[in-house]
């Protein structure tokens, strides 16, 4: 928008605005044809965009592991004292239930361990 010398106005004035002129949409008639296909591209493009944000995540981890360097998952593991494992029998046996293998075999040594 070029302004000629009869247009400028003193500061402080505001030029008019130029109004502008929308569009007018329509409604389009849908058949029980058109509004099915309707239904099935909104799943597919759920599905195509829920893959697109499950990969994207996917890199951005990765790039952040690059950067920083990986993740480290230390698994410690605790030992029952002999004790706790014998309490835990008796008390097993004392309510009648099952007692499972790994805790007849942790039982055992105990039993081992103590009689020497």
Do not use: W
Request: charged share 20%.
């Amino acid at each position: 928008m070029t302004i000629n010398k009869t247009q400028r106005r003193s500061y402080g004035t505001v030029l008019p605005i130029p109004k502008k002129t929308f569009p007018t949409y329509q409604k389009q008639q849908t058949s029980p044809q058109t509004q099915q296909d309707g239904i099935v591209q909104t799943f597919k493009d759920s599905l195509v965009g829920g893959f697109g944000a499950g990969i994207g995540m996917n890199i951005a981890d990765r790039a952040i592991s690059s950067i920083f360097g990986g993740r480290k998952v230390q698994i410690e593991h605790v030992d029952s004292s002999c004790e706790d494992i014998l309490n835990i029998y008796k008390k097993a046996l004392s309510n009648g239930e099952n007692i499972p293998q790994s805790l007849q075999e942790k039982y055992n040594k105990c039993i081992n361990i103590e009689t020497l």
